[in-house]
C-alpha cells in the first residue's frame, strides 16, 4: 500500500517547523525548520518545506497549520481596526481600552430571551458611515443575545447590505454568558480576521507551489482542527493552538493517554493535562494577557523560564534563571565577530565579585537595522554594535545612560544578551547552535565572577531550574490556590534542607501520572527535574517537533449546546445559536432541539471537510426537590458533539 | 423558663394571634432571653409548620398571612435588642437583601436582614418582589459584597437561577456572593444553579455570610 502522509506546519512567532507524519506507521518521516519571516510567513513555510523530501510531498493528505501568531498579537496588542457595536449594553466593558472604536445602541435581551429594549436601527443608520470609516472589519455583540440572537442579526444584516466587511457575530462564537467576555471575544476575532487571513493565504500559495492538493487544516486552541475556510470566520479560535497541538503531538509519539505534558521553549515553559487522551480545557475560558475570552482552549499554565532565560546574580552564590529572555551569548557572537574577543577582554580581568549586583556577560544592541525613518534617541555608543554592561558599569560617564538603555529596551529599540541555559549546553557540547567559543567564554566568565569552578556553576544552574519547575508542577497539578500546598513545595524544593539533629525530615511529593517532556531544551532539564518528584519523565524521540507533529494527528471536534426551560405558563424555551423558540410540550422540545442542534454541528463539521461526523448526543435534566417536597424541573441541557477526521483520504 | 416563654411565643404564631406573640416575644426579652434562640426556636418553628400546612392544603392563604403578621409583632418586640447588639460591633461588610420577582413574602427575608444587623453587617433591604435588573442595580449602587434572595413560592425559585445568570452576563458574577434562601430552597437547589451559599435558615444565613466576608 502506498503511504500516506500528513504535513504538520508549526507557524511560531520566531521558527517555522514542519513535519512530515506517515498515518500507516505512526512515524514522524522528516522534520525541518526556518525562521519565521513577518508580515508574509510564505519564505519561512517555503524554507522550511526545502527541507523536507520534495518527493514526498504529492503524497501528502492533508495538511494543518498551528499558529502562535494570534496568541503573539493579542499579547502584543497588535490587530486590525475594528468596529464594535454594543448592543444593549449599560456600559462599555472596562476591560476594553479606552481608545476601542464603540458604538453603542439600545436593545438587546432578557436572561429569557424578551426584548429588554427595542433595537434602533435608526441611531446605527445615522451614525454607521462614519462609525465603519477606516474600520477593517467590525464586532456586533447583544446582551443575551445567547438567549436571543435577534439584534446581533439585524445589526449584522444592515452592515452586510452596505459594507463588504467581515462582521463577526458574538453569539457565533460562544453560547456561554458572560457579555464583557462575548465583546472582547468577538472583537478580538474581527481584529484577527486580517493577520490569519494572510498567514492562510501564504500557506496555500505554498502548498499550491508544490503541488499539494491536500486541504489546509487549522488547529484550535482546544487541539481539535478546522478548516483553513472556517478558521478565517473564527480565527480568534487559533489562541492556544500552539501548546494544544503540542499537548496532542506528545500524545501520539509517547502513545500515552494520561499525563502531565511539559512543553520547555526558549522563553517559557507550558504546562498542561492530558486525562483519557483529551486536552484538559480552561473551564474559563482561554486568557491570553490580560484578555479573558470564551475561546475554548487548553488549560496551560505558562512559566517564565526556558532555554533563553536570562541568568542573574543574586547575592551570594546565589543566581536567578528568568523570567526574561534574552539572546544567546552564542548567537550573538555569530552575528557579532568582535563578541568573542569582548568576551576574552572580560575573562581576562574578571574577579570573584564583591557585590553581585552586576550581570558580568550582558550586552545591549540596538534592534535590526530596519530602524530608518525616525531614529531613536539612544546613546552614541550603541551604534558600534554590542555594548557589555560591565564595561559601561566601570566607564562612570556611560553608567548613567545605562538606566535608560533599561527604558529602551522595555520600549523594544534595544534588546539583550546574556548567558542563557542554552548557552551552557552549548559549552558543554550538549547542543549545537552559534559559537561554541562564546558560549564556553560567557561560562568561564559567570563562574569566575560567582567564585566557582565552571562544573559546579552549571550544576547550580540546572538545579535552580529544576527545582523551579518542581514548584510550578506541584501548584499546577495540585491547585494553584492551594496556598499551603504552595509554601510547602516553595519550603521543600527551594529553601535550605531541614535541619538534622539525629531524626532529620524528608517529603515525597510524587505525580501519579508520568510526565512526556517535549520543546528543545526537554532532554536537558526535565528528566532530572521529575526524578525530584519520583516522577517517569518520557521524552519522545520527535521531542523537539511535537507542536507540528500535533498539528496534523488532531481531528474535528465540535460540541453544540442549547437549553430547554420551562415557562411560568407552562411552555418550554429552546435556546441555541439558531435563536429562541418556543413549544408546548417537553418531547417536542428536545426533539426539536436535537434537531436544531444536528443541523448546526453538521454544517460545521462539512465545512471542516467531514461528511459523516460520530454524533454523541447528551441530555443533561436539572430538576430538583424543593423544601415542599415536590419537585420543579429547572432547565435541561442539551449537549451534541460531533468528532470526525477530515474527509480527504479519497481526493488527490 | 425559657423553653415556656419560646413555646408560648410558638403558639401564639399558630394560634395567628398576633397579641399573644407580643407579649411572650417581652416577656422573654424582659427575662433576658437571647433574642436569636427566640426568633429561631419560636418564631422560625412556627412559620416553618404553618409553612407546611398551608404546603399540603390545611391552610388558607389569609391564615398564613395572619401568622406571618403575628411573626411580625414579635419580630417588631425583639428588633431593638438585636440592633444594639449588631451596633455594637464593627460592620462586617455589606449585605443586600431581597425578595425575588412574583413573590411579595417578606417575613423570612426580614427575619434574615434582622439577624444579620445585629451580627454586626451593614444590610440593604430593598425589599419585595423584585426583578433581577433592579436586584443588581442596587447591588452596584450600594457596593455590597453579599446578595442574600429569598423566595416562599416554589413557582418563583426559578428567579434565584436567573439571578445567577444575569450576573455572570452582565460579567460581574465573582464580585459578589450569592446566599439563597427560604422554604422551598434546598441546599442542592442551591448548588444546581450556581449560586455560593445556603441558608437553611436565618442563623445559618448569617454564619454562611461570615464565612465569605471573614477578613
Same mark, same amino acid.
Given at each position: 500500500m502506498k503511504s500516506e502522509y500528513g504535513l504538520g506546519i508549526d507557524a511560531g512567532g520566531t521558527y517555522t517547523d514542519v513535519v512530515l507524519v506517515d498515518f500507516a506507521t505512526s512515524k514522524v518521516v522528516n522534520a525541518s525548520k526556518a525562521p519565521t519571516t513577518h508580515p508574509d510567513a510564505s519564505e519561512g513555510i517555503r524554507a522550511a518545506l526545502a !527541507?523536507?523530501? =520534495?518527493?514526498?510531498?504529492?503524497?501528502? &493528505?492533508m495538511v494543518s497549520l498551528a499558529t502562535t501568531f494570534a496568541t503573539n498579537a493579542i499579547v502584543e496588542d497588535r490587530g486590525a481596526k475594528a468596529g464594535l457595536i454594543l448592543v444593549?449594553? +449599560? @456600559?462599555? $466593558?472596562? +476591560?476594553?481600552? &479606552?481608545?476601542t472604536h464603540v458604538l453603542m445602541v439600545e436593545g438587546g435581551h432578557t436572561?429569557?430571551? @424578551?426584548?429588554k429594549a427595542l433595537l434602533d436601527l435608526g441611531a446605527i443608520e445615522e451614525r454607521i458611515d462614519t462609525f465603519l470609516g477606516g474600520v477593517d472589519a467590525v464586532a456586533v455583540t447583544g446582551f443575551f443575545s445567547v438567549r436571543n440572537p435577534e439584534h446581533e442579526l439585524r445589526v449584522a444584516q444592515l452592515i452586510r447590505n452596505r459594507y463588504d466587511l467581515p462582521v463577526v457575530r458574538g453569539h457565533r462564537l460562544s453560547m456561554r454568558l458572560d457579555a464583557v467576555k462575548r465583546a472582547t471575544t468577538a472583537w478580538w476575532n474581527a481584529r484577527l480576521i486580517p493577520l490569519i487571513s494572510s498567514l492562510i493565504g501564504s500557506t496555500t500559495r505554498v502548498l499550491s507551489e508544490k503541488g499539494i492538493q491536500a486541504p489546509l487544516m487549522v488547529v484550535r486552541g482546544d487541539g481539535s482542527l478546522m478548516s483553513a475556510q472556517t478558521a478565517l470566520d473564527r480565527?480568534? +479560535?487559533?489562541?492556544?493552538s500552539g501548546p494544544a497541538a503540542s499537548i496532542l503531538g506528545a500524545k501520539y509519539l509517547s502513545g500515552l493517554e494520561n499525563a502531565l505534558i511539559v512543553d520547555m521553549g526558549g522563553t517559557t515553559t507550558d504546562m498542561a493535562t492530558l486525562s483519557g487522551g483529551r486536552v484538559i480545557i480552561d473551564p474559563q475560558g482561554a486568557q491570553v494577557g490580560r484578555w479573558k475570552t470564551h475561546v475554548e482552549a487548553a488549560k496551560v499554565r505558562t512559566i517564565g523560564?526556558?532555554? +533563553?532565560s536570562l541568568i542573574s546574580p543574586n547575592g551570594d552564590q546565589q543566581l536567578s534563571v528568568g523570567p526574561r529572555r534574552v539572546m544567546p551569548l552564542c548567537v550573538l557572537a555569530e552575528r557579532y565577530s568582535k563578541v568573542s574577543q569582548m568576551l576574552r577582554n572580560i575573562l581576562r580581568r574578571?574577579?570573584? =565579585?564583591?557585590?553581585?549586583?552586576?550581570?558580568?556577560?550582558s550586552f545591549y544592541v540596538i534592534h535590526?537595522?530596519?530602524?530608518? !525613518?525616525?531614529?531613536?534617541?539612544? $546613546? !552614541?555608543?550603541l551604534e558600534a554594535g554590542p555594548v557589555s554592561e560591565l564595561l559601561l558599569f566601570e566607564d562612570a560617564c556611560n553608567w548613567s545612560s545605562t538606566l535608560d538603555l533599561d527604558h529602551s529596551e522595555k520600549q523594544g529599540l534595544v534588546f539583550r544578551s546574556s548567558l542563557t541555559p542554552t548557552d551552557i549546553r552549548v559549552a558543554s557540547g550538549q547542543f549545537s547552535l552559534g559559537s561554541r567559543e562564546a558560549a564556553q567564554l560567557g561560562l568561564a566568565i559567570f563562574a569566575r565572577y560567582m567564585g566557582m569552578d565552571e562544573t559546579s556553576f552549571a550544576e547550580v544552574v540546572e538545579e535552580e531550574i529544576s527545582k523551579r519547575l518542581c514548584v510550578e508542577a506541584v501548584t499546577y497539578v495540585g491547585d494553584k490556590d492551594d496556598e499551603a500546598l504552595s509554601s510547602l513545595s516553595e519550603r521543600w524544593?527551594?529553601?535550605?534542607?531541614f535541619p538534622t539533629n539525629g531524626v532529620g525530615l524528608d517529603v515525597q511529593l510524587t505525580l501519579t501520572a508520568p510526565v512526556i517532556g517535549v520543546g528543545a531544551p526537554a532532554p536537558a532539564y526535565l528528566p532530572m527535574t521529575f526524578r525530584r518528584l519520583h516522577t517517569e519523565c518520557i521524552v519522545p524521540e520527535a521531542y523537539e517537533v511535537s507542536v507540528a507533529v500535533g498539528a496534523v494527528v488532531g481531528m474535528v471536534d465540535i460540541t453544540v449546546i442549547g437549553k430547554v426551560v420551562p415557562s411560568d405558563t407552562g411552555r418550554y424555551y429552546l435556546y441555541t445559536a439558531a435563536g429562541k423558540e418556543t413549544f408546548t410540550s417537553l418531547e417536542q422540545t428536545l426533539e426539536s432541539g436535537r434537531r436544531l442542534l444536528e443541523d448546526l454541528v453538521r454544517e460545521r463539521m462539512r465545512r471542516s471537510h467531514v461528511a459523516e461526523p460520530l454524533l454523541d448526543f447528551l441530555v443533561e435534566e436539572k430538576r430538583v426537590k424543593t423544601g415542599h417536597g415536590e419537585e420543579i424541573h429547572l432547565e435541561t441541557e442539551l449537549r451534541l458533539r460531533a468528532t470526525g477526521r477530515p474527509n480527504v483520504w479519497d481526493q488527490g | 423558663m425559657s423553653e415556656i416563654i419560646i413555646g408560648q411565643l410558638r403558639d401564639a404564631i399558630v394560634a395567628l394571634d398576633g397579641d399573644k406573640a407580643r407579649e411572650a416575644a417581652q416577656k422573654g426579652f424582659d427575662d433576658g432571653l437571647d433574642p436569636v434562640d427566640m426568633i429561631n426556636q419560636g418564631i422560625r418553628s412556627a412559620l416553618d409548620l404553618m409553612g407546611e400546612r398551608f404546603a399540603s392544603g390545611n391552610l388558607f392563604l389569609p391564615e398564613l398571612m395572619l401568622a406571618a403578621k403575628a411573626a411580625d409583632a414579635a419580630v417588631g418586640i425583639l428588633e431593638p435588642e438585636l440592633l444594639r447588639r449588631g451596633g455594637a460591633a464593627e460592620k462586617l461588610g455589606k449585605v443586600l437583601m431581597a425578595t425575588v420577582e412574583g413573590d411579595i413574602h417578606d417575613i423570612g427575608k426580614n427575619i434574615v436582614t434582622l439577624l444579620m444587623k445585629s451580627a454586626g453587617f451593614e444590610v440593604v433591604d430593598i425589599g419585595v418582589d423584585k426583578t433581577g435588573e433592579e436586584i443588581l442595580g442596587a447591588a452596584k449602587v450600594h457596593e455590597v459584597e453579599v446578595i442574600g434572595l429569598s423566595a416562599l413560592l416554589t413557582t418563583t425559585m426559578p428567579r434565584m437561577k436567573e439571578m445567577v445568570e444575569i450576573l455572570q452576563e452582565s460579567g460581574v458574577r465573582d464580585q459578589y456572593k450569592v446566599i439563597v434562601g427560604g422554604a422551598p430552597v434546598t441546599q442542592e437547589f442551591a448548588d444546581l444553579i450556581g449560586a455560593d451559599g445556603y441558608g437553611a435558615d436565618a442563623t445559618r444565613a448569617v454564619n454562611v455570610t461570615k464565612r465569605f466576608l471573614a477578613r
Open positions: !527541507g523536507v523530501g =520534495a518527493d514526498l510531498l504529492p503524497q501528502v &493528505r444593549g449594553y +449599560d @456600559e462599555v $466593558p472596562p +476591560d476594553l481600552p &479606552r481608545s436572561v429569557t430571551g @424578551e426584548e480565527p480568534v +479560535d487559533t489562541l492556544l523560564l526556558g532555554g +533563553d574578571i574577579d570573584k =565579585a564583591h557585590s553581585l549586583s552586576l550581570n558580568p556577560c535590526g537595522q530596519q530602524n530608518n !525613518g525616525t531614529k531613536p534617541f539612544l $546613546p !552614541g555608543f524544593f527551594l529553601q535550605p534542607p | -
